[in-house]
Structure formats: structure tokens, C-alpha cells
């Protein structure tokens, strides 16, 4: 029997994280994902560099991958450096898999990641969304939400 999930999970260190996703998509389901990363991977991601603004998730052959992530070589790495924008496989339970890989073929979502971290064991996560494109209107609206919400903090300051 599977544990039950958090509603947040136990984010420790955040590395990397993607601000433009919540601006570009409709936020429908997250998912907390395993990377699987060689060793200077991992020492580069530590040392907080990497990046995943232009990054997407997908399902090929039964299993999820992270493609397009950038994480930069190891600076006291030799030989064995790691290419920067290989794609990564994710660690997801296979029930998982089949309920995104559904979600993309029928209903024309996408799979986001929203932001990369260490979790309070030290592994490397990857939080995953299962996103809808937002249309022009819905990110003018977004925008006059935000403004309209700044606005009512400086308000609420200068007269609170």
C-alpha cells in the first residue's frame, strides 16, 4: 500500500526554480518526481546552479524525462564531466506515469517543472505540474490581479 502524499512536500534547498510557469500555464495536478543524476550532477546542483526556464517533461516508451534542464558542468570536474542538456530520467511511480501520460494524449496538457530542490533526506526532486496553456486574456487578467493585489498592499500599509 502506497504512503499517502503531502500536500506540500519537504522542500530543504530549492536550486532551481521555474517563476514564468505559473504565468504561462493553468495549474492543474503536482507531482513530486526523483532525478536520476551522475555524481557531478549533483555536486553542481549543490553548489545552487542550474536552470529549468525553458525546460518540459515528457513520457517516452513507459517512462517520464525531464528534457531541456540545464545544469552546468562541474567546475572541479575532469573527464568524467557530464553533458550540460542531456535529457534526465524521472522517478515516478508507474501508476503515476500512466495517469500523465493520459492526461497529455487526451486532454492536450503539457508536464511543467515548476522547481527543482534537495528534500530533507538530501535527494534531488523535481516538482512536476500538469499544466494547461493560458490564452492571451487569462494572462492580461493575471497581470490586473497581481497589480490590483500590490495595490491593495500599499494601501492597506499607508492606511492599515
Known amino acids: 500500500m502506497a504512503r ?14 521555474n517563476r514564468r510557469a505559473r504565468f504561462e500555464y493553468h495549474i492543474e495536478d503536482v507531482f513530486e518526481a526523483g ?21 518540459y517533461a515528457e513520457i517516452r516508451g513507459g517512462e517520464a524525462w525531464l528534457v531541456n534542464a540545464n545544469v552546468p558542468e562541474f567546475s572541479h570536474g575532469n573527464r568524467f564531466n557530464h553533458v550540460p542538456k542531456r535529457p534526465r530520467k524521472l522517478l515516478l511511480h508507474e501508476r503515476e506515469i500512466d ?29 512536476l505540474a500538469l499544466a494547461k496553456g493560458k490564452n492571451a486574456a487569462d494572462k492580461r487578467n493575471t497581470i490586473k490581479e497581481r497589480d490590483w493585489k500590490r495595490e491593495q498592499g500599499r494601501l492597506m500599509r499607508d492606511h492599515g
Open 99 to 127: 495517469k500523465l501520460h493520459g492526461a497529455v494524449e487526451r486532454k492536450g496538457m503539457t508536464l511543467v517543472p515548476l522547481s527543482v530542490y534537495f528534500n530533507s533526506r538530501g535527494r534531488a526532486k523535481v516538482e
Open 4 to 17: 499517502p502524499q503531502h500536500s506540500t512536500f519537504d522542500k530543504k534547498k530549492t536550486v532551481a526554480e
Open 35 to 55: 532525478i536520476a543524476l551522475t555524481g557531478t550532477e549533483v555536486k553542481s546542483l549543490r553548489f545552487g546552479e542550474g536552470s529549468i526556464a525553458e525546460a
